[in-house]
């Protein structure tokens, strides 16, 4: 964090249009370590398109039993809270990626699709790295949101810079990596994405390791405990095989960027069957939620 900028953080707005109060307390819900699906449930019935993804999701062809779920619990008891973490952080988080200026509004559906890639690959990652594996269960079970919402500083610095993001986009997004990052340092009164984010993700009160990595993304060897370290190079090396399959939404990164200061070695993995895997998933999300 700049040094500046704790003074100047009561001046960002940092209310994204998209994200509802429902999802917010959802978030809250889902974050502690023995989460009450009876809350879980009550809040849910608050919102109708958070209600619908849980019914349409507990009755898609991977879940659906013999007979149609109408009733919200059962759907909830078919899932499972892991399936439900899922549901609720990709409805909440995917309304913030969306804007009424078309330009704007390209980007981010753009960022959003990454995202998704990049939450999906840091998924299967950690099933074939012992690094990931041995980490607390409270780390592991972040792994998909933290990949669904590491650029959500992006709508921050929207709302609160809606001009200048709009010349930004059409200026400068031809910088390679990591030069666009500090043009927006230069552009946006010495605030960037990082920044943002992780001060927003503190305030919807996940736990400390999420947003130390969310502002801290772009470095390849930051101060981090040797488990946040180990979750920091899991979502870089997610970055490094999402660009190389497409799905990098910004200017493309230098050969190996995305790699440096990995703290383990994935060289033994079958990125093409990931590759597959990976897309397969995204169609039946997409098909799922749309």
């Known amino acids: 964090m ?27 819900l889902l974050n ?23 019914l349409a999701c507990a009755n898609s062809p991977l879940f659906c039993g013999i007979s149609e779920i109408i009733d919200l619990r059962v759907a909830i008891n078919r899932l499972g809270l892991k399936e439900i973490r899922r549901i609720v952080f990709h409805v909440v988080l995917e309304s913030a990626f969306r804007s009424d200026n078309s330009d704007i509004n390209r980007l981010l559906r753009a960022i959003w699709s990454q995202n998704l890639a990049v939450s999906l690959t840091m998924q299967r990652l950690a099933t074939e790295c012992p690094a990931v594996r ?9 792994i998909y949101p933290l990949g669904l919402m590491h650029v959500i500083g992006i709508p921050v610095l929207i709302i609160n810079r809606y001009d200048v993001f709009s010349r930004f986009i059409r200026e400068d997004m031809r910088r390679p990596l990591p030069d666009i ?20 993700i503190k305030r919807w009160g996940f736990p400390d ?18 488990d946040t370290r180990v979750l920091h190079s899991l979502l870089r090396h997610a970055r490094h ?5 497409g799905f990098a939404a910004l200017p493309t990164a230098p050969e190996g960027y995305w790699l440096e200061g990995n703290v ?25 939620f749309s």
């Open 32 to 54: 502690v370590p023995e989460p009450d699906m009876d809350a879980i449930a009550r809040t849910i019935e608050l919102d109708p398109a958070l209600f619908g993804s849980v």
């Open 241 to 245: 095989l999402t660009q190389e399959w």
């Open 134 to 142: 041995a980490l607390p269960m409270d780390m592991v079970t972040l």
């Open 264 to 288: 383990f070695d994935l060289d033994g993995i079958d990125t093409q069957a990931l590759a597959d895997d990976v897309r397969d998933q995204m169609d039946r999300i997409v098909k799922m």
């Open 2 to 28: 700049h040094p500046h900028s704790v003074r100047r953080l009561a001046q960002i707005d940092f209310n994204i249009p998209g994200i509802k109060n429902v999802g917010m307390e959802l978030m809250k």
């Open 181 to 200: 990052y500090a043009r927006e340092r230069e552009l946006f009164d010495g605030f960037d994405h990082f920044e943002l984010g992780a001060e927003l």
């Open 209 to 226: 390791f999420v947003p130390e990595v969310i502002a801290t993304y772009n470095l390849p060897e930051p101060p981090l405990d040797k």
